[in-house]
Structures are given as structure tokens and as C-alpha cells.
């Protein structure tokens, strides 16, 4: 039952995603519409010579902006129908939740059979009981950690699978986007993480009850207004941070790589073309595969930040600690 | 001198949001080295104690590093939005 209701949430932060990239996409159309986002794979006609500087870093900054893929015809309106515009953003996050149900499906079948399993479903079950004991139970206690434990463990490989996808690098036929770099996708994910706050803690507390734990005890009665004030924005504050959080570490990671490669053009452009330009690319794209190796590292860690601070905030919501 | 400052910034008066997105990016870095380096500093400090403790210190340690650098991109983010404007 809970697991249901944690779903729908869940299919509500696919359409909020959807809807946020949609309103700021067409507020950025609405005063420039001739500079609409395209898809990048579009516009390799230019030369690096005739390029100006900023032109390398720009192209490549382009791949990391959300775009439309198509709107499909849903009412005869065209205004309506963007609201159903398909983003690459969203074909992304659908990707992910493909891989996640490929990954898992087999390992939940895999309980059913006696004997030895490979090596694989040893790993992911090893990995959720992780979560599960190490994150979850500490936190939130058994029988209540029991209920969520299938909502954070789905929420870290979610975020983890989305990460992920965006470290292969793009060429050619793959060209991925991390989902998780914008912060309509995190945001929407936070949204899910303050509703689940505000739904179990008023479900467990009562409403007026809820509210009233927020405020600590023995307190002077003039200073309640400004306490008030303090706890509803610290409350509000804690999703927004954790999609800053999430949506700024992808995005620098990314827009730092991109920056390094654009250095190759660069350097190559300043040399007007020149054989050493295949030198000075070398400590570029090194740069590049450092930051890379670092990137791999902060995918994974951040995921696990995401959930961990999930789980702190719920138990905080359902057990206030005043 | 100061004069001729705030004449070239008159003449630059577009200057404001790339100036600005610098400063919040350069000191966001700042901050987040400073307070990444505390806790390194700590954590290393409570190994060397005692070293049973190793993998509970690198656990927090990694955890609470994510969260200054959490900090330290919102700055990064105004920078961002600064410099797109």
C-alpha cells in the first residue's frame, strides 16, 4: 500500500520534471525564439578556424542543455500540446528506470531458485541489503524502516543508474545526457522526498500536530512568530538543498570535462592549425581524464548522499526531535 | 587612481554579472577547500588515534565532505545563473 502511494508520488515527479523543463524552456523561448535549444548534433557545420573563442566552449556547453525531442499531437492546441513535449531529458530518465527494472527483475526471480547464483545477483543483493541495514535501519529503526526501505533503495539506484549514464561519453551514434544535471529532474525528486516528509510526519503526528513538533519546547510566547517563520523556511529549504546539491555536482562535473575538451579546440585555433596541436591536446585531454576518473567517483557518492539525507529527513519529519 | 577604476568600469558596463559570477565561482572553491581541508585534517588526526576506528572516520569523513562541497556549489550555481544571463 505504501509502496503504491510512494509510486504514484513517483509518477507525479516524472510529469513535475516534464512541466518545470517545459515552462523554463519556453520562458527562454519566449523572448529569443530564433535561439530555442536545438538538438547539438545538428549544428557540426562550423570549422575550428572560423570559430572565436568562445565558440568552442559554447558548442560544447550546448550538450549539456535540456532540449525537445518531439510533441506529440495529445489536444489540437499547440500551446496545450507542449505540455506533453518529450524531452530528452525525460527519454532519459525512462532509460534509467528501464536498466533499473533489467537489473533487479532477474535478481527477484533469482530467490525462487536453490542453490548458487552468479556472481551478479550476489553483488545487487549484497548492495541493497547495504542500503537497507547500513542506511536505512540505523536511521529510521527496524518496523518503520521495513515500509521505506524498497522507496530508498529504488531511489539510490534511480539516481546512481541516471549518474551513470551520463559518464558515457558521447560520439557518434551514443549520445547520453545526464538526466540528473538539470534541476528539474532533482527537483522533481526532492519534491517526491518533501511530500513523503509532509505525508508520513502529518500521518504520524496529525496535522496541527505536525506542525507543532516542528517548533522546539519551553519557549517564550514572543518568540514564536519568529520561530515559526525559521522552521517553515528550514523545512522548505531542505529539499530545495538537495537538489541544488545533486543537479550542481553532475552539472560542474560536466561542464568542467567540456570545458577541457573545448581547451583542445582552443589551443589548436591558437596555433592556427599547426602538428604541435596534437601536443598541446595531450595535457588537455589528460586534464579531461582526470576529472573523469573523479567524476566516476562523485556519481556514485552522491546518489548516496541523496538517499542518506532522504532518509534523515523522514525520520526528522516523522519523529520530531523537540 | 580610483577615479580611473570606476572610469573603465563606466565604460564596461556590462561587467557586472561576469565579474560577479567569477567572484561567486572563485570563492565558492575557497570555501570548499577550506572546509574539505578541515575535515581531512580531522579525520586524519582520529586515524592516527586510533587506527580500529579507520573505517568509520573515512565513512563520516566522505559524508560530511559531500555535504560542505553541497555548500560550496550553491555558490557555484548563482555564478552559473550570473553568467547565462
Known amino acids: ?322 | 587612481m580610483f577615479a580611473f577604476i570606476l572610469q573603465a568600469s563606466e565604460a564596461a558596463s556590462n561587467m557586472g554579472p561576469g565579474l560577479g559570477a567569477g567572484l561567486a565561482a572563485g570563492l565558492a572553491a575557497v570555501g570548499a577547500g577550506l572546509g574539505i581541508g578541515r575535515i581531512g585534517g580531522s579525520a586524519g588526526e582520529g586515524i592516527a588515534r586510533q587506527p580500529e576506528a579507520a573505517d568509520a572516520i573515512k565513512g563520516n569523513a566522505l559524508l560530511l565532505s559531500a555535504l560542505v562541497e553541497g555548500v560550496a556549489l550553491f555558490g557555484a550555481v548563482i555564478g552559473l545563473l550570473l553568467a547565462l544571463k
Open chain 1, 1 to 322: 500500500m505504501r509502496s503504491l502511494a510512494l509510486f504514484l508520488i513517483g509518477l507525479l515527479g516524472f510529469l513535475a520534471a516534464g512541466t518545470f523543463a517545459d515552462c523554463a524552456v519556453a520562458q527562454a523561448e519566449a523572448p529569443a525564439p530564433a535561439a530555442a535549444p536545438q538538438d547539438p548534433a545538428h549544428g557540426h557545420d562550423a570549422k575550428t578556424m572560423e570559430m572565436d573563442n568562445g565558440a568552442f566552449f559554447k558548442k560544447q556547453y550546448s550538450h549539456n542543455v535540456p532540449y525537445v525531442l518531439f510533441t506529440p499531437e495529445v489536444t489540437g492546441d499547440p500551446e496545450t500540446d507542449k505540455f506533453f513535449s518529450f524531452y530528452n531529458v525525460n527519454k532519459f530518465q525512462w532509460i534509467a528506470l528501464a536498466i533499473c527494472l533489467l537489473i533487479f527483475l532477474p535478481i527477484k526471480a533469482s530467490f525462487r531458485k536453490q542453490g548458487e547464483v552468479s556472481f551478479f545477483t550476489r553483488v545487487f543483493r549484497g548492495w541493497c541489503r547495504w542500503i537497507r541495514d547500513e542506511m536505512v535501519y540505523p536511521v529510521l529503526g527496524e518496523e518503520e524502516g521495513k515500509q521505506f526501505a524498497p522507496y530508498f533503495i529504488f531511489l539510490f539506484f534511480f539516481v546512481a543508474v541516471m549518474n551513470v549514464i551520463g559518464m558515457i561519453p558521447s560520439g557518434g551514434p551514443i549520445s547520453t545526457y545526464t538526466a540528473t544535471g538539470t534541476p528539474y529532474v532533482t527537483g522533481a525528486l526532492a519534491l517526491i522526498t518533501l511530500l513523503t516528509m509532509l505525508f508520513f510526519g502529518m500521518k504520524k503526528n496529525g496535522v496541527i500536530g505536525f506542525f507543532k513538533g516542528l517548533l522546539p519546547h519551553g519557549l517564550p510566547t514572543a518568540l514564536l512568530p519568529l520561530m515559526a517563520v525559521v522552521e517553515l523556511v528550514g523545512l522548505l529549504v531542505k529539499p530545495f538543498a538537495l537538489t541544488i546539491r545533486l543537479f550542481a555536482n553532475m552539472l560542474a562535473g560536466h561542464l568542467v570535462i567540456a570545458s577541457l575538451i573545448g581547451l583542445i579546440f582552443l589551443f589548436a585555433k591558437m596555433q592556427g592549425g599547426a602538428a604541435t596541436s596534437y601536443l598541446t591536446a595531450v595535457p588537455a585531454a589528460g586534464m579531461a581524464v582526470f576529472i573523469f576518473i573523479i567524476e566516476s567517483f562523485v556519481t556514485l557518492l552522491q546518489a548516496y548522499i541523496f538517499t542518506y539525507l532522504s532518509i534523515i529527513f523522514l525520520q526528522q519529519a516523522m519523529h520530531p526531535e523537540h
